[in-house]
């Protein structure tokens, strides 16, 4: 069974810094390119980060290019999102994303950026 689960989300201040963690089992996560995606409170779920294997090049959104970094550990089977200079419109559930047909998704953890 594949499982992701997402953790590390919570309230920062503007500017502050965060690192998401998604911990991935049910599947060869060594060969899988995976993604973060985050949905904003009334909007649609976009990509944000995607780290592509087998080579784990990068991709981002405009949005997060020089602030977030997408990485990943093959012996923790874990991907993580770090934030930084984060901005009130980064708010949003933050959502760990095996692509395939179909896609899996972690439950999401909420990242709230407010003074």
């Known amino acids: 069974e594949v499982k992701l689960v997402e953790s590390g989300g919570g309230l920062v201040q503007p500017g502050g810094s965060l690192t998401l963690s998604c911990v991935a089992s049910g599947f060869d996560f060594s060969s899988q390119t995976m993604a973060w995606y985050r949905q904003p409170p009334g909007k649609e779920r976009e990509r944000v980060a995607i780290i592509m294997q087998p080579f784990s090049q990068t991709d981002y959104s405009d949005d997060v290019k020089g602030r977030f970094t997408i990485s990943r550990d093959p012996y923790k089977k874990t991907i993580y999102l770090q934030m930084r200079e984060l901005k009130p419109s980064d708010s949003a559930v933050y959502f760990c994303?095996?692509?395939?047909?179909?896609?899996?998704w972690g439950q999401g953890t909420q990242v709230t950026v407010s003074s």
């Open positions: 994303q095996r692509p395939g047909f179909p896609p899996y």
